[in-house]
């Protein structure tokens, strides 16, 4: 009998068009903000009060948040410090992959129109032997879940 165990959430790889080319700036600690929602519409019927109809609105996502130790002389922060200083945007599509124990993809889902809107570096701290974290947080269109063969 084979039994279905779930995949881990530990093994995974960030592809940022443009910018990421199986380097260091692929290796990230935590990705989050996949997230989809889908609002709702109430209306309100003339003479019916027992209840107001529900309908199906647009879908909203949150931020994809990305979290990894500090890399000085990254494409990805100069990216960033092009929209903050230059406020220069340019978009670029980024992919997560979900990876196997084998390194083989698993589920893979496609930010589309990405662009920076935050970075921030965690505290320093002389107390504490820890590495510097750096989050960096993109708005994007929307993404979709693509199909892995």
Known sequence: MVQYYPPVGFHFRIDIDGITSGDQEINFQEVSGLDATIGEFTFKEGGENRFVHRLPDRVT?????????????????????????????????????????????????????????????????????????????????????????
């Open 61 to 149: 996502y949150d931020k994809l948040v990305l979290k990894r130790g500090m890399l000085t002389g990254s494409k990805l922060i100069g990216w960033f410090k092009d929209a903050v200083e230059s406020f220069k945007f340019n978009p670029k599509d980024i992919t997560v992959t979900l990876l196997n124990a084998d390194h083989e993809p698993l589920e893979a889902w496609s930010f589309v129109s990405a662009y920076p809107v935050k970075w921030s570096v965690s505290t320093f701290n002389a107390m504490q032997n820890e590495i510097v974290v750096e989050t960096i947080e993109l708005a994007f269109q929307y993404f979709t879940r693509l199909e892995i063969s």
